[in-house]
């Protein structure tokens, strides 16, 4: 399974866009990029999820380089509600079971007023 | 429906008690899993069902015992436990072609 690392925190203002990295050297051919977003004592939340390129939806964007070793979740215009923690995952999500989901340490963003 | 239903919501145990906790979802999705998640931690993968077998165990403390009953429901049987298994407990499911849905957990202090 490819080992994600990000960093532990980043801190922002309301209105600015966010941008957190992920780095995956031995991400393999199979394998998608997903975040998920966490706060406090719930459950993670899917954002978005890729394999090469850019994808966008409502609430996020993200950018994947042609080698795929790194991704970057860009988050346009947070919010104090965008105070979260959020994993980056790799796998394949067509495995079924085999795709253990294993979550980094995953990035303490901080959004302050 | 997309929702992963956990219950109780929160629960306390002494070291001697068996209790179980219990997860629901109804969106036909074939693998469920249950997680564990200590404060200011990742969630740690326990045991992942598969068509409602166990495919995988983390090695996982036998006072942790997981069910799949039918292909929407899924236990854990808690006995013996120590303190240091408090935790949240989170549930999920997934499809193939899906993201993973997870349920809000179940927060368990053991007295």
């Known amino acids: 399974l490819a080992k994600t690392t990000q960093p532990i925190s980043m801190d922002s203002y309301e209105g600015q866009e966010v941008n957190i990295t992920c780095s995956h050297n031995?991400?393999?051919?199979?394998?998608?990029i997903t975040w998920y977003q966490q706060f406090p004592s719930q459950g993670p939340r899917f954002i978005i999820q890729?394999?090469?390129t850019k994808v966008t939806n409502e609430v996020a964007s993200l950018f994947i380089p042609a080698d795929r070793k790194s991704s970057t979740l860009s988050l346009p215009r947070v919010s104090l509600s965008d105070t979260a923690v959020y994993y980056c995952l790799v796998g394949d999500p067509h495995g079924g079971a085999t795709n253990k989901l294993i979550f980094g340490t995953g990035t303490l963003l901080a959004v302050q007023p | 429906d997309t929702e992963v239903t956990q219950t109780p919501k929160h629960l306390v145990m002494g070291m001697t008690n068996k209790k179980s906790l219990k997860c629901e979802q109804h969106?036909?999705?074939?693998?469920m899993y249950w997680y564990k998640q200590k404060a200011k931690k990742p969630p740690e993968l326990m045991f992942v069902y598969s068509y409602e077998k166990l495919s995988i165990n983390e090695s996982v403390p036998s006072r942790f015992s997981p069910e799949c009953p039918n292909s929407s429901l899924l236990n854990l049987h808690l006995h013996a436990l120590q303190p240091e298994d408090s935790a949240l407990y989170l549930c999920?499911?997934?499809?193939?072609?899906?993201?993973?849905?997870f349920g809000q957990g179940t927060r368990l202090t053991v007295v």
């Open positions: 999920a499911s997934k499809d193939r072609n899906t993201e993973a849905f």
């Open positions: 031995n991400i393999a051919t199979n394998d998608y």
């Open positions: 890729g394999y090469k």
């Open positions: 969106m036909g999705h074939r693998a």
